[in-house]
């Protein structure tokens, strides 16, 4: 299994990013997948969730209507498009697939 995240980046305060996971070595099409994050100092925080036919969504509550996880089947990718960010977001966040990580991308939200 490989988990590949990318798009983090320093961005100012109600900016937007969009971060992507490439997966592969397993079946994509059939695993929900999953975005968390670990600020310094924080225990690591599921983020958002999207199931395998990206028709249901699973979000933390300070992350609602804020954050968008989406996913293409073909393409084996998910996506958690960020918006309104805040310094309380900046964080390394990770792609997740059962007990499989990514190494994570650095999202510095900072004036």
């Known amino acids: 299994v490989q988990l590949v995240e990318s798009g983090g980046g320093l961005v100012q305060p109600g900016g937007s990013l969009l971060l992507s996971c490439a997966a592969s070595?397993?079946?994509?099409?059939?695993?929900?997948m999953n975005w968390y994050r670990q600020a310094p100092g924080r225990e690591r925080e599921q983020v958002a969730t999207?199931?395998?036919?990206?028709?249901?969504?699973y979000y933390a509550d300070s992350m609602k209507g804020r954050f968008t996880i989406s996913r293409d089947n073909a393409k084996n990718m998910v996506y958690l498009q960020m918006s309104s960010l805040k310094p309380d977001d900046t964080a390394i966040y990770y792609c997740?697939?059962?007990?499989?990580w990514g190494q994570g991308t650095q999202v510095t939200v900072s004036s």
């Open positions: 070595g397993f079946t994509f099409s059939y695993s929900a």
């Open positions: 997740n697939v059962g007990n499989n």
């Open positions: 999207i199931n395998i036919f990206g028709d249901s969504r």
